[in-house]
Nanobody, 126 residues
């Protein structure tokens, strides 16, 4: 019954910015843990960022640290990914994911997430 709907993807020049949004609906545990993953062509899915239920702790892959910021607005049941200083190698399909737990252990492991969005394409051109 849980659905995640993503928006905000598109085409942007290197050095530019995009903000992705992911709205959750349905019966979710209120203190849920959410994250972002991405998958480029012919590459495996990789962890990007994650955030605790109250936004108190955030996690980032080394490749995006300092450029991307994850945040959430629980009143709107929405998580965001602000992406700045985009690089061509950031091009991928970006997925948001949700775990029905407040626990942040092994946040980088995709198999531990319970629900996934449909994915949104981000293309960075040179």
């Amino acid at each position: 019954q849980v659905q995640l709907v993503e928006s905000g993807g598109g085409l942007v020049q290197a050095g530019g910015s995009l903000r992705l949004s992911c709205a959750a609906s349905g019966r979710t545990f209120s203190r849920n843990f959410m994250g972002w993953f991405r998958q480029a062509p012919e590459k495996e899915r990789e962890f990007v960022a994650a955030i605790t239920w109250n936004g108190g702790i955030t996690y980032y892959a080394d490749s995006v640290k300092g450029r991307f910021t994850i945040s959430r607005d629980n009143a709107k049941s929405t998580v965001y990914l602000q992406m700045n200083s985009l690089k061509v190698e950031d091009t991928a399909v970006y997925f948001c994911a949700l775990r029905n737990t407040y626990w942040s252990g092994n946040h980088y492991q995709s198999s531990l997430y319970d629900y996934w969005g449909q994915g949104t394409q981000v293309t960075v051109s040179s």
